[in-house]
């Protein structure tokens, strides 16, 4: 079925609504997960139609600001079980289906 000019003004209508990130799980702390979702929400912004841009600059950013060992994965319908440091890990949404997933793990 062919999507209508209707429908790409409803589908981005619904993205700016969900242009806020939410947070599924983290277990950071208060000032690392508010820095780390900014550079996230800036990352999926700036390369929007490009996740491994995004997930890189995300990743050289962690590790320069954090120490070395991040890992980044962007994208709409994964899952995952990963090892990673106490206190490292960030799941979140953004956009609507966007999920970015950061830990570290040395």
Request: hydrophobic share 40%; glycine share 8%.
């Amino acid at each position: 079925m062919a999507e209508t000019g209707d429908g790409k003004k409803e589908d981005a209508d619904y993205k700016r609504l969900q242009s806020f990130p939410l947070i599924r799980h983290t277990d950071m702390a208060e000032e690392m997960r508010v820095e780390t979702m900014e550079l996230c929400v800036t990352a999926c912004e700036k390369f929007a139609s490009n996740n491994e841009n995004a997930a890189k600059m995300i990743k050289e950013s962690m590790d320069k600001k954090f120490g070395s060992s991040w890992h980044v994965v962007i994208g709409e319908g994964f899952g995952f079980e990963v090892t990673h440091e106490v206190k490292n890990l960030l799941y979140m949404f953004f956009g609507g289906s966007l999920a970015v997933c950061v830990w570290k793990c040395s």
